[in-house]
């Protein structure tokens, strides 16, 4: 079920708003970028996300992604506390124009309510994002 979720960075600064249905998963992913910050992620189309404060402390990182097939995704951080709220990118093979929340950073979110969203495990290590890694445990 769609619901609107309120975020921010540890520091604060960072503030956003997004819908979100909970009940398609947390995503856990073997990638390097995603292994490295273990994020646990959830997606939303671009125009159900609102950015509401801190423009001006977002900073970005976009990996090299020379013979990388998964598209375009720029990855913000707070430039204050260095938490990674959220990502922004486009992949036409999966929703289009998006924003991966991290959900972390999730305000109104309870511990029940996290705990029971399905966990997909991607096996972005392979570059297959839609099925799981041989091994999981570790994510």
């Given at each position: ?69 998964v598209g ?68």
């Amino acid at each position: 079920m769609k619901k609107t979720y309120h975020g921010r960075c540890h520091c604060s600064a960072i503030r956003y708003e997004a819908v979100l249905d909970l009940d398609e998963g947390l995503r856990r992913c073997n990638c390097s970028f995603c292994r490295r910050t273990r994020m646990l992620k959830t997606f939303t189309p671009r125009e159900d996300f609102k950015l509401l404060s801190g423009e001006d402390h977002l900073v970005s990182y976009r990996a090299d992604k020379s013979g990388w097939p998964v598209g375009d995704v720029d990855h913000y951080f707070c430039k204050r506390c260095g938490i990674r709220p959220f990502s922004r990118g486009y992949l036409k093979d999966f929703m289009g124009h998006f924003y991966c929340i991290n959900a972390g950073t999730l305000e109104d979110i309870s511990e029940e309510e996290m705990s029971a969203a399905p966990v997909i495990y991607e096996n972005g290590l392979a570059d297959d994002f839609f099925n799981p890694p041989p091994y999981t445990a570790h994510l």
